[in-house]
């Protein structure tokens, strides 16, 4: 593969879910964006973008995590334009809801941690060690929501998307890095 490509980049890719912009560092020339997955409780995206001011950072001063950034650079998720993201399978959100009374403009409306939605995660079956025949319940332990957002499958681990809120927890628990978050609802 190409410097930079690897397994979990191409699964993106197939999905259709690439990170960054044209030229990112985390994807081939001529990719286009996707989308950006936001605070918790972030209104739809055109919504978002007309309520959030760039460069506010009062979500981002209130997450005591620091898993919410701004966009400073155009390679990043959301352009550069200031407004914040998460990158949930690489820094989980742990649903605390903080950010949300801190955003004085609505862009970020209080909803219960159930009802978050940030993305829904995706196991890749041939990187879960589970497929190797070995015992892991690490994802299952991570997640919020165990047996409502992922239960223990078949096998391997079962991701149920309507209930997933993609905070990344269950990535980031994962021991072998077959867990991906896809952003948006």
Sequence with gaps: MTPGLDRRWLWRWLLGEVAGAPG?????????????????GARPEP??????PPGCRLCVDACPW????????RRQPGGGDGRPYLLPDQAPCRLCGLCMPACPTGALRPVAPAQMRLGTARIDPPL??????????RCLAACPFPGVAIADGAGLP???????T????CAAACPSRAIVVMPGP
């Design 24 to 40: 990112g560092p985390s994807e081939p020339p001529g990719a286009g964006p996707r989308r950006v997955a936001r605070p918790p």
């Design 47 to 52: 919504e978002f973008l007309a309520r959030c």
């Design 66 to 73: 620091q898993v919410i950034v701004p966009s400073l650079d």
């Design 128 to 137: 879960c060690v589970r497929s190797l025949g070995e015992a892991c319940d």
């Design 158 to 164: 079962e991701i149920r998307p309507e209930a997933c």
């Design 166 to 169: 993609g905070c990344g927890l």
